[in-house]
C-alpha cells in the first residue's frame, strides 16, 4: 500500500515510519492520523515484524505535533482513529517495541508520539515540549499523563504548565531520553538498539515489556509479579517455541534461531 504522508519501508524484521511533511515540520493532520492507524495496524498483526522505529522527514523535526493552521481551516475538530492520536497513543496491547528516533522539535503531539514509544534516540539539536497551554488547549494525547510518570510530577508539571521547551540534553537528564547522540549518529545509535532487541527471543521481549508497562499499574511489586503469570504475552512466551530455543541454542553452543512464536 503507498502513503501520501509517510514513507514506510520494512527491513527483515524492522518495520520503519518516516513522517513526511517536512514543509510543515511533519505536523500531523487528520489524514496523516488516519494512515499511521493503518500502518499500525499492519505492524500489529504482522508476526514476521517484530521491530518499529518511526522518524521525521527533513532536518528540522521529528514532529512538530497537530498542523494548527488546518485545525483553523476545519469548523469542527476531526475526530482522532481509534487508537488515538497518530493511531499510536492509546494501543495499550501493542507489546512490539517501538523505536523513535528524534532529530529536531518534538513538540506537543510529536512529543506525545515519542513518550508512547519505548526507547528515544535524540541527537543533541533537538527539543520537547508540550507548548499547548500557549495554544489554549491541552497535552490529551496522553502527553500530561505519560510525561508525569516518566519523570516525575514536580518536573512534568514544570514543563507542562510553564510550556518549557528542554533540550535532549536536559531529556536525557530528566530520564525521558533513552539516548544521546551526535547529529550525523542518529541512524548508527538507532541500529544498535535495533540489532540488539533482534538478538533476543521475539516473545521475550514482547512479555518483557507487556510486564513491565502492566506491573506499574499493579498496587505493589508483589502483585505485579504474581500478576505476570495471567499476562497475555508472557503467557504466550511461556508456551514458545523461543523459550525452548534458547537453552537448547546455549547448550549446543550455537546462535538461537528465534520462530517469534
Same mark, same amino acid.
Given at each position: 500500500?503507498?502513503?501520501?504522508?509517510?514513507?514506510?519501508?520494512?527491513?527483515?524484521?524492522?518495520?520503519? &515510519?518516516?513522517?513526511? /511533511?517536512?514543509?510543515?515540520?511533519?505536523?500531523?493532520?487528520?489524514?496523516?492520523?488516519?494512515?499511521?492507524?493503518?500502518?499500525?495496524?499492519?505492524?500489529? #498483526?504482522? %508476526?514476521?515484524?517484530?521491530?518499529?522505529?518511526?522518524?521525521?522527514? $527533513?532536518?528540522?523535526?521529528?514532529?512538530?505535533?497537530?498542523?494548527?493552521? %488546518?485545525? =483553523?481551516?476545519?469548523?469542527? *475538530?476531526?475526530?482522532?482513529?481509534? *487508537? $488515538?492520536?497518530?493511531?499510536?497513543?492509546?494501543?495499550? +496491547?501493542?507489546?512490539?517495541?517501538?523505536?523513535?528516533?528524534?532529530?529536531?522539535?518534538?513538540?506537543?503531539?510529536?512529543?506525545?508520539? =515519542?513518550?508512547?514509544? %519505548?526507547? &528515544?534516540?535524540?541527537? +543533541?539539536?533537538?527539543?520537547? $515540549?508540550?507548548?499547548?497551554?500557549?495554544?489554549?488547549? #491541552?497535552?490529551?494525547?496522553?502527553?500530561?499523563?505519560?510525561?508525569? !510518570?516518566?519523570?516525575?510530577?514536580?518536573?512534568?508539571?514544570?514543563?507542562?504548565?510553564?510550556?518549557?521547551?528542554?533540550?535532549?540534553?536536559?531529556?536525557?537528564?530528566?530520564?525521558?531520553?533513552?539516548?544521546?547522540?551526535?547529529?550525523?549518529?542518529?541512524?548508527?545509535?538507532?541500529?544498535?538498539?535495533? !540489532? /540488539?532487541?533482534?538478538?533476543?527471543?521475539?516473545?521475550?521481549?514482547?512479555?518483557?515489556?507487556?510486564?513491565?508497562?502492566?506491573?506499574?499499574?499493579?498496587?505493589?511489586?508483589?502483585?505485579?509479579?504474581?500478576?505476570?503469570?495471567?499476562?497475555?504475552?508472557?503467557?504466550?512466551? !511461556?508456551?514458545?517455541?523461543?523459550?525452548?530455543?534458547?537453552?537448547?541454542?546455549?547448550?549446543?553452543?550455537? =546462535?538461537?534461531?528465534?520462530?517469534? /512464536?
Amino acid at each position: 500500500m503507498s502513503y501520501e504522508f509517510l514513507t514506510i519501508t520494512h527491513d527483515e524484521h524492522i518495520t520503519r &515510519i518516516t513522517l513526511n /511533511r517536512p514543509e510543515v515540520m511533519n505536523a500531523l493532520h487528520a489524514p496523516m492520523h488516519a494512515e499511521l492507524e493503518i500502518v499500525f495496524n499492519a505492524f500489529a #498483526v504482522d %508476526d514476521d515484524q517484530y521491530l518499529c522505529v518511526i522518524d521525521g522527514a $527533513g532536518a528540522q523535526a521529528f514532529c512538530a505535533g497537530s498542523d494548527l493552521k %488546518d485545525i =483553523a481551516t476545519r469548523s469542527s *475538530h476531526a475526530a482522532y482513529p481509534e *487508537h $488515538g492520536y497518530a493511531g499510536l497513543i492509546e494501543r495499550f +496491547d501493542l507489546n512490539k517495541p517501538i523505536i523513535a528516533a528524534v532529530d529536531g522539535f518534538a513538540l506537543g503531539g510529536g512529543f506525545e508520539i =515519542a513518550l508512547a514509544c %519505548d526507547i &528515544i534516540v535524540a541527537t +543533541d539539536r533537538s527539543s520537547f $515540549g508540550l507548548p499547548e497551554p500557549r495554544v489554549g488547549a #491541552v497535552a490529551l494525547g496522553g502527553g500530561v499523563h505519560r510525561l508525569a !510518570r516518566q519523570v516525575g510530577l514536580k518536573q512534568a508539571m514544570g514543563m507542562v504548565l510553564g510550556a518549557e521547551r528542554v533540550s535532549a540534553a536536559e531529556g536525557f537528564r530528566l530520564g525521558f531520553v533513552t539516548e544521546l547522540v551526535a547529529n550525523d549518529a542518529l541512524d548508527e545509535a538507532v541500529d544498535g538498539w535495533c !540489532r /540488539r532487541i533482534l538478538a533476543g527471543a521475539p516473545t521475550a521481549i514482547q512479555a518483557s515489556k507487556e510486564a513491565m508497562i502492566r506491573g506499574l499499574g499493579e498496587p505493589d511489586l508483589a502483585t505485579a509479579m504474581a500478576s505476570q503469570e495471567q499476562y497475555p504475552a508472557f503467557s504466550r512466551w !511461556r508456551r514458545s517455541e523461543d523459550a525452548k530455543e534458547g537453552p537448547r541454542a546455549f547448550a549446543e553452543k550455537r =546462535a538461537p534461531n528465534w520462530k517469534g /512464536r
